[in-house]
């Protein structure tokens, strides 16, 4: 069974691994918001419900700031 430590050297590496495809991607979600954005989703979210709601948030504060 692994220890707690090799559980969160795996979770770092997962992070590490969707970071730089959200890089890639052009997100622009930071490891803080990716980390969140997995964490609800492994608590039953719905991630294209959740991937919805962050294109409407990132529509609205580039709304806010043009205008």
């Known amino acids: 069974m692994p220890s707690v430590d ?3 050297q795996a979770a770092r590496e997962v992070i ?3 970071e730089e495809i959200a890089l890639l991607l ?3 979600l930071n490891r803080t918001q990716l ?6 989703i492994e608590n039953g979210v ?3 419900a959740l ?3 962050i ?6 504060r580039s709304q806010d700031t043009e205008g």
Do not use: G, Y
């Open 35 to 40: 980390s969140l954005c997995v964490s609800l």
């Open 16 to 18: 590490d691994i969707l």
């Open 6 to 8: 090799e559980k969160r």
């Open 46 to 48: 719905n991630p294209e």
């Open 51 to 53: 991937a919805t709601v």
């Open 26 to 28: 052009n997100t622009h």
């Open 55 to 60: 294109k409407e948030l990132k529509e609205r």
